[in-house]
C-alpha cells in the first residue's frame, strides 16, 4: 500500500501458531531469551500480535500478555505490553491513567486530543467507556477546569466540528484570533478555543496563514505571547497538529530525548502509537527539523543498549519484516 505511512508493517510470512510457540519457548525454563520477544513482536503488525496472542492462548491456554509480564520487567515490560494492545486500547488506557493517577497528566490529555482524527477520537470515547465503565467527558471534566477543561472537551466533540474548508470564513476566524488576543487589552479565550477547537486541520491551516499575510507573525507567538500554562500547550498542539502531525511528533519526540535525562514515557507513548500511522514522515520531519536521524538520535541516547531501546529502534526502522 503505497499511502501507508507507519514503519511497521505486516510480517509477510507470518504464522500466528509458530510465533506462539517461538514466545512460548523463549519465556520456558530459566531465564527468558528477551531478544527473541524483542525481535518477533516489533517486527509484526498491532493486527498481527492479536492473532498471536489468540494462538497462545489456544494452545496453551494462558494469557499471552500476562506471561510475558511475569517475565519481563521495567520499562521493556511496559513497552512490549504497549506493543500488545489495539491501539484504541492503547489511547483509552492512556487517557484513563493520565485522568485516575495521583493528579492529573495534562501533557497526555494534550497530546492525544489534539493529535487524533476525529474517527479516532470517536472510536476512543466508546472503548473508553467500555473498558472503564466511565465517559471519558465526565472524567476530564472532573479532574481538570478552565478554559482548558472547555477545549479539551471541545476536542472531544467531533461530530460538531466543522468539516473540510469554509472559503467565505478564513479571513473572518483570523482577524477574530487576532481580535480575541493580539488585538485588545487582556484576552478573549472563548473566542481563541471556539475557532481552534470547531474546525478542520485543512481550515484552520488557511486561516493561519491569512493570519500570517494579515497580521505579519505566526499565531504561535500570538497565542504564546496571551496564554500561559497547560492552556497554552493545548492551544499550541492544536495549532501544531493542524499545520503537520508528524512534524509535531517529531518535536515532541526531540523534546523527549532533550530533557535532563530521557522521557522514556513520552519516547514510548508516541514511537508506539505513530508506529502503525505515520513514523516515515515523523522520521522525514525529524531529519529536516534537526539535521540528524531519528534512529540515531534514539541510539545515542542510550550508548548501552538496552532492551528498551533496541525495541524503539526497530520500531523506529521497520527494518524487520
Known amino acids: ?43 509484526r503488525s498491532n493486527k498481527q500480535r492479536q492473532e498471536v496472542k489468540a494462538a497462545y492462548k489456544k494452545t496453551y491456554g494462558k494469557d499471552l500478555v500476562s506471561a510475558l509480564k511475569s517475565e519481563l520487567g521495567g520499562l521493556f515490560e511496559m ?36 493529535s487524533r482524527t476525529c474517527a479516532q477520537i470517536k472510536e476512543i470515547v466508546k472503548v473508553y467507556k467500555k473498558e472503564y465503565g466511565g465517559k471519558l467527558e465526565k472524567d476530564i471534566v472532573g479532574d481538570t477546569s478552565g478554559h482548558f477543561q472547555k477545549l479539551l472537551v471541545i476536542l472531544l466533540q467531533v461530530n460538531k466540528r466543522k468539516k473540510g474548508v469554509d472559503e467565505d470564513r478564513i479571513e473572518k476566524d483570523a482577524e477574530e484570533l487576532f481580535a480575541a488576543g493580539q488585538g485588545k487589552v487582556g484576552t478573549d479565550e472563548e473566542k481563541l478555543i471556539n475557532i481552534l477547537g470547531n474546525r478542520s486541520h485543512e481550515h484552520l491551516r488557511l486561516v493561519f496563514d491569512a493570519f500570517k499575510k494579515l497580521y505579519g507573525n505566526d499565531i504561535e507567538e500570538s497565542i504564546e505571547g496571551e496564554t500561559t500554562g497547560n492552556l497554552e500547550n493545548l492551544m499550541l498542539a492544536v495549532v501544531k497538529c493542524a499545520k503537520s502531525v508528524p512534524a509535531y511528533f517529531a518535536e515532541a519526540l526531540y523534546g523527549s530525548m532533550r530533557r535532563a535525562g530521557t522521557d522514556e514515557k513520552t519516547l514510548m507513548r508516541i514511537m508506539v502509537s505513530r508506529s502503525e ?32 531501546n533496541s525495541t524503539l529502534s526497530f520500531i523506529c526502522s521497520g527494518a524487520m519484516g
Not at 522520521?283 to 532492551?307: D, H
Open 1 to 43: 500500500n503505497a499511502s501507508y505511512r507507519g514503519s511497521v508493517k505486516d510480517f509477510v510470512h507470518f504464522n500466528a501458531k509458530q510465533d506462539a510457540e517461538v514466545l512460548h519457548k523463549a519465556m520456558k525454563g530459566i531465564g527468558t531469551d528477551e531478544d527473541a520477544i524483542l525481535m518477533l513482536l516489533s517486527s
Open 277 to 308: 500511522e505515520d513514523m516515515l514522515d515523523i522520521r522525514a520531519c525529524f531529519k529536516k527539523m534537526y539535521g540528524v536521524s531519528l534512529y540515531n538520535t534514539i541510539q545515542v541516547e542510550w550508548t548501552s543498549l538496552s532492551l528498551f
Open 79 to 114: 513497552l512490549i505490553v504497549a506493543l500488545m494492545t489495539p491501539p484504541i486500547s492503547y489511547d483509552a488506557s492512556l487517557l484513563n491513567k493520565a485522568l485516575k493517577g495521583v493528579g492529573t497528566d495534562d501533557d497526555v490529555l494534550i497530546e492525544i486530543l489534539a
